[in-house]
């Protein structure tokens, strides 16, 4: 199983990317792909998670910038990032689940629990200057 994301790059603050992450037989094998980011010396957080029946999911800190949405095919989810700010600059992860995005939630803390995440790609590097 193999997840490609793509779309990282140098941006200035304000800024919009869209990253993309090859998902193939997103529809089919997994029931969940999401965005995870990690900035040096932070840990890595989530920032997005959409569904198989399309519910989508982000931190409060992020719903009102960011959008998450899977193509036609069902073989690309895209994360769009607006309003950059130099607190986003990380590398960004996409991961794909077996399990929903609800089922994968760690509701008292309000985050995903990454270890249900049983699928990895390479991550891409956005960088936000200011």
């Known amino acids: 199983v193999q997840l490609q994301a793509s779309g990282g790059g140098l941006v200035q603050s304000g800024g919009s990317l869209r990253l993309s992450c090859a998902a193939p037989g997103f529809v089919k094998k997994y029931y969940a792909v999401a965005w995870f980011r990690q900035a040096p010396g932070k840990e890595r957080e989530w920032v997005s998670c959409?569904?198989?029946?399309?519910?989508?999911y982000f931190p409060d800190s992020m719903k009102d910038r960011f959008a998450i949405s899977v193509d036609n095919a069902g073989t690309t989810v895209y994360l769009q990032m607006n309003s950059l700010k130099p607190e986003d600059s990380a590398i960004y992860y996409c991961a794909a689940s077996t399990f929903s995005c609800h089922a994968t939630m760690i509701v008292d803390k309000g985050v995903l629990n990454q270890r249900d995440y049983e699928y990895w790609g390479q991550g891409t590097q956005v960088t936000v200057s200011s």
């Open positions: 959409i569904s198989r029946s399309a519910g989508t």
